[in-house]
């Protein structure tokens, strides 16, 4: 077998209902097999701060091999990845098809999933990846309020750090007293006559997410009214719950799998009914287009979701290919510099968002295909957070070198947190409400 990653990354199943999975000796003879071999390439040392804590535990161990590790410290790696799989799908010339079969955020994954089995997860992840009970109840009117002033307070975030082990200094998410589901009827556009493509319906069900629905739901309205502009047939889901992302990080794999059950009588159902699905935040596609179907490879159910799922621009491109996008702009954007959140960059589809934005006459689109830092609840940890910042800097430094009239990235919390190592009061705009702006409407 040929290296170089000539070949296209190949993602094996992930064989996480067998026992065997979750054995500890099986688990660390896997983690010291890829580890040499990650020892002997090193070619992702610049992604997250996994790869550099590995390389560290081996330079300076007695015999500079991965033998002079101690074992006990593998999971220090395993902490330091927060599953952006870039590694896998943009670096690593040993994925399967390669014989020596290498798929570090899936191993990442079992390991993750091995500690929780062990209920070596600490309470407060468990606590801050419980997305849908959380939200929910931060949400609530009077305790909305207080949440945010707390967010806002020093001395409050202060003993957050203390109790809850959330950073003072991280920037944490805004919290609506009234949920967008609850805002939006379930139908907002209805098209008279929507035009089907090959691969489109010309009708689209938009999945809010946790996010959507309860911190920035203006993404999601400013995503509508583009739609609607486009003459596509818009849609709410309603009562859905969380993509099961933050539970997969945690390595709570049984979790992900309700919220799967819990989800896909609803999704298919829309498309029963003709409707494609969208959804506004980057990792709630991925879960859908990749890691849900590698978790349930012979689950017809999910392959037909999967199918009709898609990232908001890539759709609006496929229609613009069919001649269908309406390009019929009234403001330019200017300079705009724009992040690639990894999520999006992982599915493979390339930058549909870039090339959309490029559409608007006199406005000029830098990309910057960086890790922003945030990757869920990582830069929000009080013992990661000076870690995401550290992998956020070339992205806030290339934001600057823009001099930009607008930033942001498909991901609303990549976005924040950019913004958050600018000095200023910088604001980011997430594309679609970019296009809105476009548009006029």
């Given at each position: 077998m040929r290296e170089g990653s000539l070949e296209a990354p190949n993602r094996q199943p992930l064989d996480w209902k067998n026992p065997e999975f979750y054995e500890k000796d099986k688990l660390y003879d896997e983690l010291e097999r890829v580890y040499d071999i990650c020892h002997t390439c090193r070619r992702c040392v610049s992604l997250c701060d996994a790869f550099p804590t590995l390389f560290d535990l081996i330079d300076e161990s007695e015999t500079f091999e991965v033998d002079g590790v101690d074992k006990a410290d593998y999971m220090n790696v395993v902490d330091q990845c927060f599953l952006c799989d870039l590694c896998a799908e943009t670096k690593c010339p040993y994925l399967p098809p390669h014989e020596w079969a290498v798929d570090f955020p899936h191993l990442m994954l079992r390991a993750k999933a091995h500690k929780f089995?062990?209920?070596?997860?600490?309470?407060?992840?468990?606590?801050?990846?419980?997305?849908?009970?959380?939200f929910d109840a931060l949400s609530t009117p009077g305790i909305a309020t207080m949440a945010n002033?707390?967010?806002?307070?020093?001395?409050?975030?202060?003993?957050?750090?203390?109790?809850?082990?959330?950073?003072?200094?991280?920037?944490?998410?805004?919290?609506?007293?009234?949920?967008?589901?609850?805002?939006?009827?379930?139908?907002?556009?209805?098209s008279?006559?929507?035009?089907?493509?090959?691969?489109?319906?010309?009708?689209?069900?938009?999945?809010?997410?946790?996010?959507?629905?309860?911190?920035?739901?203006?993404?999601?309205?400013?995503?509508?009214?583009?739609?609607?502009?486009?003459?596509?047939?818009?849609?709410?889901?309603?009562?859905?719950?969380?993509?099961?992302?933050?539970?997969?990080?945690?390595?709570?794999?049984?979790?992900?799998?309700?919220?799967?059950?819990?989800n896909l009588p609803g999704f298919l159902a829309a498309i029963g009914e003709g409707y494609d699905i969208i959804a506004p935040i980057p990792s709630c596609v991925l879960m859908y287009k990749q890691e849900l179907p590698l978790m349930f490879p012979q689950d017809a159910d999910i392959a037909r979701v999967k199918a009709h799922f898609f990232d908001p621009f890539e759709y609006l491109m496929l229609r613009h290919k069919a001649g269908l996008a309406n390009t019929d702009f009234k403001h330019p954007l200017g300079k705009v510099a724009y992040h690639v959140a990894c999520h999006q960059r992982v599915q493979n589809f390339g930058m549909k968002t870039r090339d959309f934005l490029q559409l608007i006459q006199d406005t000029e689109v830098t990309s910057i295909e960086r890790c922003s830092g945030h990757d869920g609840t990582y830069a929000v940890k009080a013992e990661t957070y000076d870690k995401a910042m550290k992998i956020a800097r070339p992205v806030v430094r290339r934001v600057q070198e823009a001099n930009a009239d607008t930033f942001g990235s498909d991901c609303p919390m990549a976005g924040r947190l950019i913004a958050h190592g600018i000095d200023g009061d910088a604001e980011p705009q997430h594309p679609a409400s970019m296009v809105r702006k476009a548009y006029g409407i």
């Open positions: 089995s062990e209920q070596d997860t600490k309470w407060r992840d468990r606590l801050i990846t419980s997305t849908d009970p959380i002033a707390a967010a806002g307070s020093k001395v409050m975030r202060k003993a957050g750090e203390k109790v809850l082990g959330i950073h003072a200094e991280a920037p944490l998410p805004h919290f609506e007293t009234k949920a967008l589901t609850k805002r939006l009827p379930e139908i907002v556009n209805a008279d006559s929507p035009v089907a493509t090959d691969n489109t319906t010309g009708k689209v069900a938009i999945y809010v997410t946790c996010y959507g629905d309860h911190n920035e739901p203006q993404v999601v309205e400013d995503l509508v009214a583009v739609l609607a502009h486009n003459n596509i047939s818009v849609k709410i889901l309603q009562d859905s719950k969380c993509c099961g992302m933050p539970k997969l990080e945690l390595g709570d794999l049984k979790k992900v799998e309700k919220l799967k059950d819990a």
